[in-house]
């Protein structure tokens, strides 16, 4: 192997490489098919997202991506690169965590929620009251329109991105 192949090509160790490649698969093949639930349950099953559903949403939009460049950054014997984008993954990861639990929570009533989504519904204005509540469209956060077990969409999302933070740290932890 020549100088110039290894300063382009990082060589590391196989068991790091395949570590990298695993969890950033399986960080993105799960978070994908996290969001496909999610739009599963909205455009099929009918379930409208509230806000706080919405929000849980973005740390997949990008960390499973970011979990994708990282299993083709191994693969292309780029560690330093495949572990930056795995932490990023496992960053965005425990965002969603807290962002589930959070809601979760607020769906237990263990805390509340924004004001936006929980609590009495929207703010009226002086006048046609009724034309007003025909036209609101409030989903609320602090109210689960499904469970399996007790658990909600969200307190299931909670599971899910706390599974999917550990496996990329184990990934990101990988070394030679």
């Known amino acids: ?63 499973v991506p970011l979990a994708l460049v990282g299993a083709l950054l191994a693969f292309a014997r780029r560690p330093g690169q495949a572990r930056i984008a795995i932490v990023l993954a496992a960053m965005l990861m425990a965002l969603g965590t807290f962002l589930a639990v959070y809601h979760a929570g607020n769906e237990w009533g ?23 509540l025909q036209q609101a469209r409030v989903v609320r956060c602090d109210e689960a329109p499904w469970r399996l077990l007790g658990l909600s969409l969200a307190g299931y999302n909670a599971f899910i991105a706390a599974a999917l933070t550990l496996v990329a740290m184990w990934g990101a932890a990988a070394r030679d």
Do not use: K
């Open 110 to 132: 263990f805390w509340a929620g924004p004001t936006a989504c929980s609590g009495s519904g929207p703010a009226m204005q002086n006048g046609d009251i009724l034309g007003q």
């Open 1 to 63: 192997m020549t100088a110039s192949h290894t300063a382009a090509a990082p060589l590391s160790s196989p068991a790091v490489r395949n570590r990298q490649i695993t969890a950033g698969l399986i960080v993105a093949v799960i978070g994908a098919g996290t969001l496909a639930g999610a739009w599963y349950f909205q455009l099929v099953v009918g379930l409208a997202p509230c806000p706080l559903c919405l929000e849980q949403r973005i740390p997949y939009y990008i960390g």
